[in-house]
């Protein structure tokens, strides 16, 4: 073992936290990576510092940390993702005749990288290229809807974490944690004012082929006459992640 690169151990490591459903125990990692306890420890506590693990020091567990997620939401805000979502994305406007767009989780924003524009339907404050807090947008709750709750955690630790537009959406980890339990439950996103007032979104998740949320796929209208387009919504986000090599998660009612 004390032949193989550092960055191979990091990778390693990585790849096996990428592949858990919640964060795990130093001893779990050292035996699944074929690391020495000592060495394990040492190369986490390095990761940790840089920010691609996050250390649960209370349940002496180590999950996957911020920059993490971010290396991961650089791979889907690139052009691949987009080449592969903007047909279907555009689709979804003219069959609800509002407009749609297809959102990555950059840190605690969501990134917008396709937006199609509905004719007639008000601007927006999305654009390709805005970013948003994720735990107000439906995208953005759609996808961390799909994490784990350590991989939540990680992102928001506590209250300070939660930036606010319109004095409406979650402000406590608690909060947001209840928000996205009946989001799982529902099978898509809301929300309702808390981008901009008198306007309101429905998302749901596109996921990759390890069942990893990588994008959320929405539509927004007016508020005061609320289109039914969750359905649309859904269907859009599943032939999305169809087209990923994924599979679409099931709706529970």
Do not use: K
């Amino acid at each position: 073992m004390s032949q193989v690169p550092a960055a191979t151990r990091a990778l390693r490591v990585l790849r096996f936290l990428a592949s858990q459903p919640d964060a795990v125990p130093l001893e779990r990692i050292a035996q699944a990576c074929d690391l020495p306890r000592s060495s394990a420890y040492h190369l986490l506590r390095a990761m940790v510092e840089e920010g691609f693990v996050s250390h649960l020091a209370d349940e002496r567990r180590f999950g996957l940390g911020l920059a993490a997620f971010e290396v991961g939401s650089g791979y889907s805000r690139q052009a691949p993702l987009q080449r592969i979502a903007r047909r279907a994305v555009a689709a979804l406007a003219d069959r609800t005749g509002e407009s749609a767009h297809l959102a990555v989780l950059h840190g605690r924003d969501v990134l917008y990288v396709v937006e199609e524009r509905a004719p007639g339907r008000p601007p927006l404050v999305t654009d390709v290229g805005v970013r948003l807090p994720a735990h107000l947008t439906a995208s953005g709750r759609a996808i961390l809807a799909g994490l784990s709750r350590a991989q939540v955690r990680a992102l928001y630790p506590d209250d300070a974490a939660f930036a606010d537009r319109t004095g409406s959406g979650p402000r406590t980890p608690s909060a947001l944690r209840t928000l996205l339990t009946e989001t799982r439950q529902r099978g898509w996103a809301t929300e309702d004012g808390e981008v901009t007032p008198g306007f309101a979104s429905v998302a749901a998740a596109v996921v990759d082929h390890n069942g990893h949320p990588v994008a959320g796929v929405a539509v927004t209208y007016d508020s005061t006459a609320p289109p039914d387009v969750s359905a649309e919504v859904r269907r859009t986000a599943d032939l999305i992640t169809h087209r990923l090599g994924g599979t679409p998660t099931p709706t529970r009612h």
